[in-house]
């Protein structure tokens, strides 16, 4: 028999949910590939740390860009590869999957997904949103008539829902996560200090300084990158204040998202929301503080899951065996 599978298909990392087993596997969603030949030469963490270190012939490609396949063939190569990892499949049977995908996306983008779900060796493939899913995952019971608010925060985008009744009542999904704050931290670096840094430093940054709030004794770091004016190696160091000030404009689009939401929402929702707090979910909400920055702008209790990272990929098994127990019932 093949066993169901739960998929996080994130911008940044995959991660894969077997029934019975829990999360098996997470990776970088990055493909190493030889532009000369078009050969897949590495997948995932193999793939990540070629990143910004490859020969002009090997190019290291993310293949999902905001949440959503930017390239079709190289996703589709990058799952086939990752399910034959896992060994799921049965003797004549293939996985049933479960994918999850930001609120915002189009049918094209939808159908893409589904596709290349199918393509790598999946049976009958769901797609869910992520939100809702992420919720299932850090716990919440969403099949009740409450409101429940997910803020979940990843690479490629944030999505922010309010659940009730097993289903999303209000939404938005920006385009703005942990790979934008990654690109603001460079970019602030490089106008400062007139350093060049690559993708893995400004990641390394976000996860040692990252900061949504201001602090009184910012720790600080050494960063080494390639000085704009001569084109040497350089070394310069940075403080939590500054990493503040590079993320501050990013955090504060997606609260505004956040407030648009609530905004939206019928009262009695709201009033359920103010007793249960919102939930934050996603690689981005271990930032330092940002549970605070939110509980500050949107005057509610905020809490981070447990284990944000594996919340999308958890919830999309959860879900899986959820309603294989209804068709059971049928």
Same mark, same amino acid.
């Given at each position: 028999?093949?066993?169901?599978?739960g998929i996080d298909l994130?911008?940044?990392?995959?991660?894969?949910?077997?029934?019975? @087993?829990? !999360?098996?596997? *997470?990776?970088?969603?990055?493909?190493?590939?030889?532009?000369?030949? *078009?050969?897949?030469?590495?997948?995932?963490?193999?793939?990540?740390?070629?990143?910004?270190?490859?020969?002009? *012939?090997?190019?290291?490609?993310?293949?999902? @860009?905001? %949440?959503?396949i930017s390239d079709f063939?190289?996703?589709?190569? $990058?799952?086939?590869?990752? !399910?034959?990892?896992?060994?799921?499949?049965?003797? #004549?049977? @293939?996985?049933?999957? #479960? !994918?999850?995908?930001?609120? *915002?996306?189009?049918?094209?983008?939808?159908?893409?997904?589904?596709? /290349?779900?199918?393509?790598?060796?999946?049976?009958?493939?769901?797609?869910?949103?992520?939100? @809702?899913?992420? /919720?299932?995952?850090? %716990?919440?019971?969403?099949?009740?008539?409450?409101?429940? $608010?997910?803020?979940?925060?990843?690479?490629?985008?944030?999505?922010?829902?309010?659940?009730?009744?097993?289903? !999303?009542?209000?939404?938005?999904?920006?385009?703005?996560?942990?790979?934008?704050?990654?690109?603001?931290?460079?970019?602030?670096?490089?106008?400062?200090?007139?350093?060049?840094?690559?993708?893995?430093?400004?990641?390394?940054?976000? $996860?040692?300084?990252?900061?949504?709030?201001?602090?009184?004794?910012?720790?600080?770091?050494?960063?080494?990158?390639?000085?704009?004016?001569? %084109?040497?190696?350089?070394?310069?160091?940075?403080? +939590?204040? +500054?990493?503040?000030?590079?993320?501050? &404009?990013?955090?504060?689009?997606?609260?505004?998202?956040?407030?648009?939401?609530?905004?939206?929402?019928?009262? +009695?929702?709201?009033? &359920?929301?103010?007793?249960?707090?919102?939930?934050?979910?996603?690689?981005?909400?271990?930032?330092?503080?940002?549970?605070?920055?939110?509980? /500050?702008?949107?005057?509610?209790?905020?809490?981070?899951?447990?284990?944000?990272?594996?919340?999308?990929?958890?919830?999309?098994?959860?879900?899986?065996?959820?309603?294989?127990?209804?068709?059971?019932?049928?």
């Open positions: 028999m093949a066993k169901d599978i994130g911008t940044a990392n995959v991660l894969i949910y077997v029934q019975g @087993k829990g !999360i098996v596997l *997470n990776e970088p969603s990055v493909v190493a590939v030889d532009t000369k030949t *078009n050969k897949v030469l590495a997948v995932g963490s193999e793939a990540y740390r070629m990143v910004g270190r490859t020969p002009s *012939n090997i190019r290291a490609i993310r293949p999902l @860009k905001d %949440g959503v063939d190289v996703t589709q190569e $990058m799952l086939s590869y990752f !399910i034959g990892k896992l060994s799921v499949k049965g003797f #004549m049977s @293939k996985p049933n999957i #479960m !994918i999850c995908a930001p609120t *915002n996306i189009t049918e094209i983008e939808r159908k893409a997904i589904i596709q /290349a779900a199918e393509q790598s060796g999946g049976g009958k493939v769901y797609l869910e949103y992520e939100p @809702k899913v992420a /919720a299932i995952g850090a %716990g919440l019971d969403i099949f009740k008539p409450r409101g429940n $608010m997910v803020i979940d925060m990843g690479g490629g985008t944030s999505d922010i829902a309010i659940l009730s009744l097993g289903d !999303i009542v209000s939404s938005q999904s920006i385009r703005m996560a942990g790979d934008k704050m990654n690109s603001d931290i460079a970019s602030y670096i490089k106008n400062k200090h007139g350093l060049v840094i690559g993708e893995h430093t400004a990641e390394k940054i976000k $996860m040692e300084l990252g900061t949504a709030l201001r602090v009184d004794d910012p720790e600080t770091m050494d960063v080494r990158g390639r000085d704009v004016a001569t %084109g040497m190696p350089k070394q310069i160091t940075v403080n +939590e204040n +500054e990493i503040e000030e590079a993320l501050h &404009d990013t955090l504060e689009q997606i609260v505004s998202a956040a407030v648009n939401v609530l905004e939206t929402i019928p009262p +009695e929702l709201a009033s &359920d929301i103010i007793d249960r707090g919102i939930m934050l979910t996603g690689g981005t909400s271990l930032l330092k503080g940002v549970d605070q920055l939110f509980s /500050a702008r949107l005057k509610v209790p905020v809490v981070v899951s447990q284990d944000p990272l594996d919340n999308v990929a958890k919830g999309a098994g959860e879900m899986l065996e959820r309603m294989q127990k209804t068709e059971r019932k049928k």
